[in-house]
């Protein structure tokens, strides 16, 4: 109630003061009560969604509408670009009516015809560990007149309408987006909040409100600058400088400790905390000659110190993580220390001499020196480190930049690599599913007809709290395969100037941040 009495009292302030042309603020002041700046180190891979199953979601989902999506607090889809439900009782046929006078902004109707040219693209240029994995299950897509678009699914699947809340799932004009083939002129065109004024690759994006949107979104400030960073400490030293307004993505563990400490040097500053669902995790590519062995998986599995890792690292900013679903999701669970326990690194040694391994096992650890912080390069010193002290292990670690880092792991270059995922929505599913098949979102196919048997039975289930059976099972199946190794799971923060209001509502429930929620406090 505060929050809201502030918001609309700045608001009425911010009103007198245009209609009276002068008095409560300068010129310069009301310019500055409009604008907020953003620093993250969550840059694009790419400008249009037909490519990214990444971090590009941070932009698209500011810049871009989809038919239905989640607004703060929700943890089902709700009403975007159009009205949607499901048509029968089976969760196979599901149906969207578009809201009236929707436009993208260049001027283009957004009509039936567009959404599915945006999800049909998707599918036909089908870009290698991109979002066409998350279309799976569905068979075609039709239009009835300009407002009715209906997805007819193969199978079963309730999890549909948190697929079409994604920013994959972006609805993009067809004039300007190629049917067969990604755009390429380093432009953007959508319908939501905000409209791409401009963009500098690596250094910022800068958004304008955009006056014709009509959706969900209730937008609290005229226009956003989103700065990139690929170093931690020259972001931090901009916000302290008040170069920047706010730091969504990226912040060490030791930045955050330093701001919970309540130092005097940053009165001026505030940290919000919420609760996370990102994870990070280790990937073996199966066709490595040393990650492709199952011993030396569960070899590692049996010795990296997950505790260790996280209080030398992430100094209580993150908490050990045991299963791919992390805690708060439904279907979580401890397998992975049920079934290997504390490290032990006899118990490793003995699980490589009994598939004849007596001799260290050398393997390449990689991972991306831009994408999730500055911690990342000390977290996989500490790995090296706990793996190399066994003696049953030679261990070189090698970081790239996010393009190059994952045009290495799509062409299975790397034995073992380092992922983050940030859920596209919060459901079980989306912790397995993303990672299992032919054209998973890691570049390494994953036979495992099992999982995937459990995943068609859960998506039968529109009660996505009773599915818990069926990824307990298929936990049980990762465990076994160590394809993947969960190592921890996340804490979000957002930390800001203290004249910035609305961070605690700026993560979605997919920890993507609507920039939207930002505003800055009237000066009284």
């Known amino acids: 109630m505060f929050y809201r009495t502030c918001l609309q009292a700045a608001a009425a302030l911010a009103s007198i003061s245009l209609l009276a042309g002068c008095g ?6 009301a310019d500055r009560e409009q604008k907020i700046s953003v620093g993250t180190t969550s840059e694009p891979s790419t400008l249009d969604p037909a490519a990214a199953w990444d971090g590009s979601w941070e932009l698209y989902r500011n810049v871009f509408q989809t038919l239905v999506s989640f607004p703060t607090g929700s943890t089902v889809p709700q009403s975007d670009a159009a009205e949607c439900r499901f048509a029968d009782t089976a969760n196979k046929v599901f149906e969207c009516e578009l809201r009236e006078g929707l436009t ?12 599915k040219h945006s999800i049909d693209r998707i ?6 560990g991109g979002p066409k994995g998350l279309l799976g299950s569905l068979d075609k897509v ?8 209906t997805f007819r699914l193969k199978t079963a699947d309730a999890t549909f309408p948190f697929i079409l809340a994604t920013p994959a799932m972006s609805i993009v004009p067809p004039s300007e987006y190629p049917a067969d083939k990604l755009r390429e002129d380093g432009k953007l065109t959508g319908s939501g909040p905000y409209a791409l004024a401009s963009y500098e690759k690596g250094e910022r994006a800068e958004l304008t409100r955009f006056a014709k949107y009509k959706g969900f979104a209730k937008i609290k400030n005229d226009a956003v600058t989103i700065r990139y960073f690929q170093d931690s400490a020259l972001m931090m030293t901009a916000l302290k400088k ?7 993505r990226g912040l060490t563990a030791e930045q955050v400790v330093e701001l919970q400490e309540k130092k005097p040097e940053n009165d001026h500053l505030q940290l919000v905390e ?9 990937v073996f590519n199966p066709a490595d000659p040393n990650a492709g062995k199952l011993a030396v998986r569960r070899a590692i599995a049996q010795i990296v110190d997950r505790g260790a890792l996280v209080e030398k690292v992430y100094k209580g900013t993150a908490e050990p993580l045991y299963s791919m679903v992390p805690k708060g999701i439904a279907g979580h669970t401890t397998e992975f220390f049920d079934r290997y326990g504390e490290p032990d690194v006899k118990k490793a040694e003995e699980i490589l001499e009994d598939a004849g391994i007596t001799e260290p096992v050398s393997l390449s650890f990689w991972y991306t020196t831009d994408r999730y912080g500055s911690a990342t390069a000390p977290e996989f010193a500490e790995i090296k480190r706990q793996l190399e002290a066994t003696g049953l292990f030679k261990i070189a670690i090698q970081g790239k930049p996010w393009d190059e880092f994952q045009k290495g792991y799509q062409a299975g270059q790397y034995p073992v690599f380092g992922r983050g995922w940030f859920p596209d929505f919060p459901d079980p599913d989306n912790f397995i599913a993303p990672f299992v098949g032919p ?19 859960s998506r039968r289930e529109s009660d996505r709290g009773a599915v818990t059976k069926q990824f307990e099972k298929a936990q049980e199946i990762l465990v076994d395969d160590v394809r993947l190794l969960p190592l921890w799971q996340g804490k979000l923060y957002v930390a800001a100037s203290e004249e910035i209001g609305g961070g605690e509502r700026a993560l979605d429930p997919q920890t993507v941040m609507q920039v939207w929620e930002l505003y800055r406090k009237a000066s009284w």
Do not use: H, W
Not at 274 to 282: E, F, M, P, Q
């Open 24 to 29: 409560l603020f300068s010129d310069e002041d």
């Open 104 to 115: 993208f902004t260049n001027g283009d109707k957004l009509d039936a015809a567009a959404v």
């Open 123 to 128: 599918r036909t240029i089908a870009v290698q």
């Open 142 to 149: 039709e239009t009835t007149g300009d407002r009715t678009v």
């Open 242 to 248: 008040q170069e920047i307004d706010a730091i969504n």
């Open 274 to 282: 919420t609760v996370g669902a990102d994870i990070r995790y280790l």
């Open 439 to 457: 054209n998973n979102v890691l570049g390494t196919p994953y036979d495992a007809p099992e999982i995937a048997e459990q995943l068609v039975q």
